[in-house]
């Protein structure tokens, strides 16, 4: 999730509604022959027939899920996560005290048919309900902790979405949704993201073959899909890929950042690796693959790099995205 927090999202979007309307006039003339002498008394003109005012459609209320918001694997998850913090003064953009973290998020599925995650920052907590978007493809959920002091909102893909079906992986944004003090008095914004799948067994990958994996990441939490790709070609190990991360501009609109290429040998018997990349104005990213299901069918990626954003600030953004795809 780039630097611009969810809480600050709102705000802006309020005010890129100012000015987005504009009125229009004009007029309009008409000739006709000159009149006769003798005028005749003008005929009423009648009453228009008034225009009824549509009703407006409802909004589609929230779908609960049918299933769990999450695969239901029994046991922990492999996870490739992600947390940043920051604080500002009440009211201000006064940012102070940032950190990220790339460790601490865990995830699991018990017995009794609950998933339970511990982000970074706060305590195990239990998934409830889910409310799937328009599209089916993600769900958003408010997550609270046992003690009830915090709280936070979690975007998941949908287990078996129509437009990426999975059954060992899956990912998720999130973001603290109450307000926290920090001993300073200030105000304190967190939010992150996690990739989580059954990890593939070491010596069950194939070990010949050429096959691709085609999938997408969430680059801000909106569910705009950030297309990834990757051949892989078992018998050397080779893999060759690309990934475009993308971001949502105010509206719903797409902001290609760039795709970007990639090449990585996968070590014989392992079933990760990580990856540099080059990316755009000199930079280099990095690239976390971890294969899942029983033979790898499908994998989860964690990708960081600075890229570019001239639609935020003019130049680039720091962004870590996860994501996940699955054999073509």
């Given at each position: 999730?780039?630097?611009?927090?969810?809480?600050?999202?709102?705000?802006?979007?309020a005010?890129a509604l100012?000015?987005?309307?504009?009125?229009c006039?004009?007029?309009s003339?008409?000739?006709?022959p000159a009149?006769t002498?003798?005028t005749?008394?003008?005929?009423?003109t009648p009453?228009?027939?008034?225009?009824p005012?549509?009703?407006?459609?409802?909004?589609?209320s929230?779908?609960?899920?049918?299933?769990?918001?999450a695969?239901?694997?029994?046991?922990?998850?492999?996870?490739?996560?992600?947390?940043?913090s920051?604080?500002?003064?009440?009211?201000?953009?006064?940012?102070q005290?940032?950190?990220?973290?790339?460790?601490g998020?865990?995830?699991?599925?018990l017995?009794?048919?609950?998933?339970?995650?511990?982000?970074p920052?706060?305590?195990?907590?239990?998934?409830?309900t889910?409310?799937s978007?328009?599209?089916?493809?993600?769900?958003?959920?408010?997550v609270?902790?046992?003690?009830?002091?915090?709280s936070?909102?979690?975007?998941?893909?949908?287990p078996?979405?129509?437009?990426?079906?999975?059954s060992?992986?899956g990912?998720?944004?999130?973001y603290?949704?109450r307000?926290?003090?920090t001993?300073?008095g200030?105000e304190l914004h967190?939010?992150?993201?996690?990739?989580?799948?059954?990890?593939?067994?070491?010596?069950n990958l194939?070990t010949s073959?050429?096959?691709?994996?085609?999938?997408?990441?969430?680059?801000?939490?909106?569910?705009?899909?950030?297309?990834?790709?990757a051949t892989?070609?078992?018998s050397?190990?080779?893999i060759?890929?690309?990934?475009?991360?993308?971001?949502?501009?105010f509206?719903?609109?797409?902001?290609?950042?760039?795709?970007?290429?990639?090449?990585a040998?996968?070590a014989?018997?392992?079933?990760?690796?990580?990856?540099?990349?080059?990316?755009?104005?000199?930079?280099?990213?990095?690239?976390?693959?971890?294969?899942?299901g029983?033979a790898?069918?499908?994998?989860m990626?964690?990708?960081?790099?600075?890229?570019?954003?001239?639609?935020?600030?003019?130049?680039?953004?720091a962004?870590?995205?996860?994501?996940?795809?699955?054999r073509?």
């Amino acid at each position: 999730m780039h630097s611009q927090t969810h809480r600050l999202l709102g705000a802006v979007a309020a005010l890129a509604l100012v000015g987005s309307l504009a009125g229009c006039g004009g007029g309009s003339s008409s000739g006709g022959p000159a009149p006769t002498a003798v005028t005749p008394a003008p005929t009423p003109t009648p009453s228009p027939t008034p225009t009824p005012t549509p009703t407006p459609s409802p909004s589609p209320s929230p779908t609960a899920l049918s299933g769990p918001a999450a695969i239901a694997q029994v046991g922990e998850f492999t996870v490739l996560g992600y947390e940043a913090s920051f604080s500002t003064a009440t009211n201000t953009n006064d940012r102070q005290d940032f950190t990220e973290n790339f460790e601490g998020t865990r995830f699991r599925y018990l017995a009794s048919g609950v998933h339970e995650l511990l982000l970074p920052m706060f305590e195990w907590s239990r998934l409830g309900t889910a409310f799937s978007s328009g599209t089916f493809t993600f769900s958003t959920q408010e997550v609270l902790e046992p003690g009830g002091a915090k709280s936070f909102l979690l975007t998941m893909l949908i287990p078996g979405a129509g437009v990426l079906p999975l059954s060992h992986t899956g990912f998720a944004t999130w973001y603290s949704n109450r307000q926290i003090a920090t001993a300073a008095g200030r105000e304190l914004h967190i939010s992150g993201s996690f990739a989580y799948g059954v990890a593939a067994s070491p010596g069950n990958l194939p070990t010949s073959g050429m096959m691709t994996y085609q999938g997408f990441g969430d680059l801000e939490g909106y569910g705009t899909p950030s297309p990834f790709s990757a051949t892989v070609d078992f018998s050397t190990g080779r893999i060759d890929g690309k990934i475009t991360p993308t971001f949502t501009e105010f509206g719903g609109g797409e902001v290609n950042a760039g795709t970007f290429d990639f090449s990585a040998a996968l070590a014989a018997g392992s079933t990760a690796v990580t990856v540099d990349l080059p990316l755009a104005n000199g930079k280099t990213g990095k690239l976390e693959i971890q294969f899942t299901g029983p033979a790898g069918e499908e994998l989860m990626f964690r990708f960081r790099g600075a890229v570019p954003c001239l639609h935020i600030n003019g130049g680039d953004c720091a962004v870590v995205m996860p994501g996940a795809a699955r054999r073509a």
